[in-house]
């Protein structure tokens, strides 16, 4: 026999509507007919019939009702049919994508989501089908149905699960505490799956669909912007499969990146504690530009393609890279990592691609080497063979969608120069700080030895932009509802977070992870001083390792290309 406990489940019968900004879901916990009122105190009970006399009184018409229960003895699914309401059973191996591809048919109207309590299954259906059709970032994801139905999933492997699939599972956030009806009585009571509450589900979320190992598939952005606010000529968005699919495979597997998304190494920022990596392993510096990212791949001629952050891929028509040891034949299997900037030259906008990692060359794994190996080969293969067909003139840089150069860098006692001396005047573009890079092999994703350095007032944080009707009481004027669901960009000055721009390249906010580093960053910062002064103990530690350091920065700096001529084009 059942005890009272394993027939109802136990906790307050109350549900709620999602906030509209996240989708049309009515998430629930599961409704009780009329022969359990005797186990149901009156102020706990939900009837069917009660959740229909609530949508009418909200002049709501609920479309699909999803049951994830294993069972059918809670309510009589006719109650439900009989208002127009369409009923599905979800009790199948691969449910998340059933629950997918329903609610993309019967989203148009409400569609109400239950399972045993409304928290768990519930959310990470409601979660996986905001990530997979409307493009949300799975943290954003997650914290909005917390914040509509608290505590939101509080099992630790539901978590997980979502982040293995659409995120990095070492960011998925800890599980919260548990519902306070979970501690009402004993500790007998079974969860969302049938499971005893506190202990997680051997079972949990299936990962057949993701396992270890396995990429989800990628999203495709209609409408990437090249370059914000300035047009370049030659560039097209691919959206065409295969195509789209090969290009983003083959930069993963060219940088060694078993997930999906954009492949390239991300900096993390620096702070007290990482400061002390530069005097533990060799570095070089080099100016942090205020650019965009992008990745180039180049399989042939006519087969030079960039991506983005948000792993858009462009083709770029007209732009050549002939291979240096026969200039008729053009650079193919060949991967680069760099920023596009807009240099101002005569008060004319000029976008130029400085390049500033190499992954593979001719297919070859050149990423593996030293990073001042990299360097070279990116001058010699790269850089040297467009020089040499632009001087015979068989490249004519004027119908090229933009320029390619190489991006310096230095010994990292030249930060001082970069920030401070005549160097920042030659640079016909906006720099915003220093870029520390460790010399050993390409990493790709998140790296914690590559080092941005901003002045603490730069500090930022990419969030993801949740307009609602609430009190604002602030000075700043900016309308921030025109950047609603939108990336923005915000500094953090006088104890409040400031607009700074919107990120039209990215479509995710920065990870847990990340804008925690920046805020300790800002919380901890490293001044230019405080820099100074590290970089000035490390060339003494140096020196007594025999290491030299060179007498004057000045004498390793290169400086940026001439300006412009006002009667010649654009190099």
């Keep these: 026999l059942h005890s009272q406990n394993q027939l109802t489940p136990r906790g307050k019968f109350f549900w709620n509507m999602l906030i509209p900004d996240i989708g049309k879901f009515l998430p629930m916990k599961t409704m009780l007919g009329p022969k359990y009122d005797d186990k149901v105190p009156e102020e706990n009970r939900f009837h069917p019939s009660m959740l229909s006399q609530y949508l009418k009184s909200l002049k709501v018409k609920m479309g699909l009702l999803v049951d994830l229960t294993n069972t059918t003895r809670f309510y009589d699914r006719n109650e439900i049919e009989k208002e127009g309401v369409k009923y599905v059973k979800l009790q199948c191996k691969g449910w998340a994508l059933c629950f997918i591809e329903m609610c993309s048919v019967f989203l148009s109207s409400p569609t109400g989501v239950h399972c045993t309590h409304g928290f768990n299954r519930t959310g990470f259906l409601i979660c996986a089908y905001l990530v997979e059709k409307l493009d949300w970032s799975v943290e ?43 501690f009402d009585d004993d500790d007998g009571d079974q969860d969302d799956d049938g499971n005893v509450i506190g202990h997680e589900s051997q079972s949990g979320p299936s990962s057949s669909e993701s396992a270890p190992g396995k990429r989800r598939k990628e999203r495709l952005k209609f409408g990437a912007i090249f370059v914000e606010g300035v047009t370049v000529k030659g560039v097209t968005q691919v959206t065409t499969q295969p195509k789209l699919a090969e290009i983003q495979r083959k930069c993963q597997e060219f940088a060694e990146w078993e997930k999906s998304g954009f492949p390239g190494a991300q900096p993390v920022s620096m702070d007290r504690r990482n400061l002390r990596f530069l005097e533990q392993n060799p570095y070089k510096v080099s100016w942090k530009a205020d650019g965009t990212r992008y990745m180039m791949l180049i399989n042939g001629k006519n087969e030079v393609h960039m991506i983005d952050r948000d792993n858009s891929v462009f083709h770029i028509a007209n732009l050549e890279f002939p291979f240096r040891k026969d200039l008729r034949v053009h650079l193919a299997n060949t991967l680069l990592d760099g920023e596009m900037i807009i240099d101002k030259v005569n008060g004319q906008p000029v976008p130029r691609y400085l390049i500033y990692d190499i992954i593979k060359f001719n297919g070859q794994p050149v990423g593996q080497c030293d990073f ?22 068989q490249i004519d840089k004027t119908k090229e969608p ?83 669901n939108k990336i923005i960009e915000c500094s953090f000055n006088n104890n409040t977070w400031v607009f700074m721009r919107q990120r039209v390249d990215k479509s995710f906010p920065n990870s847990y992870d990340t804008a925690m580093a920046v805020c300790n960053s800002i919380k901890y910062p490293v001044t230019k001083e405080n820099l100074y002064e590290f970089l000035d103990r490390c060339a003494l530690g140096a020196q007594g390792q025999n290491r030299k350091r060179p007498s004057d920065p000045d004498t390793e700096l290169m400086p940026p290309p001439a300006p412009k001529r006002p009667n010649r084009a654009a190099p």
């Design 140 to 182: 954003a994801a997650v914290a909005a149905f917390a914040q509509a139905r608290a505590p939101g999933i509080y099992k630790g492997d539901y978590l997980k699960e979502l982040f293995r699939r659409y995120g990095d599972v070492e960011d998925a956030p800890a599980a919260p505490a548990l519902p306070e009806w979970c």
């Design 372 to 393: 001042n190996i990299r360097l070279l080969c990116i001058e010699k293969e790269i850089i040297s063979p467009r020089m040499e067909k632009m001087k015979t003139g």
């Design 402 to 484: 933009f320029s390619v150069r190489n991006k310096p860098f230095f010994d990292i006692h030249a930060a001082r120069k970069l920030l401070e001396g005549s160097f920042t005047s030659q640079v016909s573009h906006e720099v915003d700080g220093l870029i520390f890079q460790p010399c050993g092999k390409y990493k790709a994703g998140r790296c914690d030895d590559i080092l941005k350095w901003k002045p603490p007032s730069l500090n930022s944080v990419d969030f993801l932009t949740v307009a609602r009707e609430t009190l604002w009481l602030r000075d700043d004027s900016t309308d921030l509802k025109q950047y609603d």
